[in-house]
Antibody, heavy 121, light 107 residues
Framework: EVQLVESGGGLVQPGGSLRLSCAAS????????MTWVRQVPGKGLEWVST????????YYPDSVKGRFTVSRDNSKNTLYLQMDRLRADDTAVYYC??????????????WGQGTLVTVSP | DIQMAQSPASLSASVGDRVNITCRAS??????LNWYQQSPGKAPRLLIY???SLQSGVPSRFSGSGVGIDFALTISSLKPEDFATYYC?????????FGGGTTVEIK
């Protein structure tokens, strides 16, 4: 069974940094692209980043480009999201998900349970 | 960026009803359209990918249609577990974008 478990969320001050992790199991991690999506509580979904299977290619929307960095350690079956220069509007639940194929970005399934990031003084 | 407009934003329906949710893209996206279901307090779950392909394990009462700009998700006969929020997503180009969601509530 595919499992994705996010961790690393919490309260951080504006301008601060946080690193999220996503531990993957139940599939050959280095064969799939991986994606981060966030959701402000009670609101809709926003795509945050995708990384290819090898980590060689990454994708971001303008809202996080230059502040967030996605990476992966295929030896540890773990996906990361380094978030710098955090702003109040980055407050959200962050989900990691497994892409359909190796290159991404594409549809994702399954998703982890999410980790809450709160940016506040 | 490609904008995805879902309608309605919410609807009330009864168990056994047929439900249609629509999604319109701001430009043609071929069949690069996916549908997700999110139950309260849960992560989203993929239902339909590439406009009309049913994800493994998803009941056949769910179906997708459309190409180009206009798409639809149909639930042929609502079950109690189908009361949730549904999102469309385009994966034609980055940035990937989602519709605003449609909440299906119990009448």
């Amino acid at each position: 069974e595919v499992q994705l478990v996010e961790s690393g969320g919490g309260l951080v001050q504006p301008g601060g940094s946080l690193r999220l992790s996503c531990a993957a199991s139940g599939f050959t991690f280095n064969n799939y692209a991986m994606t981060w999506v966030r959701q402000v509580p009670g609101k809709g979904l926003e795509w945050v980043s995708t990384i290819s299977d090898s980590g060689a290619t990454t994708y971001y929307p303008d809202s996080v480009k230059g502040r967030f960095t996605v990476s992966r350690d295929n030896s540890k079956n773990t996906l990361y999201l380094q978030m710098d220069r955090l702003r109040a509007d980055d407050t959200a639940v962050y989900y990691c998900s497994k892409d359909w194929d190796s290159s991404g970005p594409n549809w994702s399934d399954p998703w982890g349970q999410g980790t809450l990031v709160t940016v506040s003084p | 960026d490609i904008q995805m407009a879902q309608s309605p934003a919410s609807l009330s329906a009864s168990v056994g009803d047929r439900v249609n949710i629509t999604c319109r893209a701001s430009q043609s996206i071929s069949t690069y359209l996916n549908w997700y279901q999110q139950s309260p307090g849960k992560a989203p779950r993929l239902l339909i990918y590439a406009a009309f392909s049913l994800q493994s394990g998803v009941p056949s009462r769910f179906s997708g249609s459309g190409v180009g700009i206009d798409f639809a998700l149909t639930i042929s006969s609502l079950k109690p577990e189908d009361f949730a929020t549904y999102y469309c997503q385009q994966t034609y180009t980055t940035p990937l974008t989602f519709g605003g969601g449609t909440t299906v509530e119990i009448k």
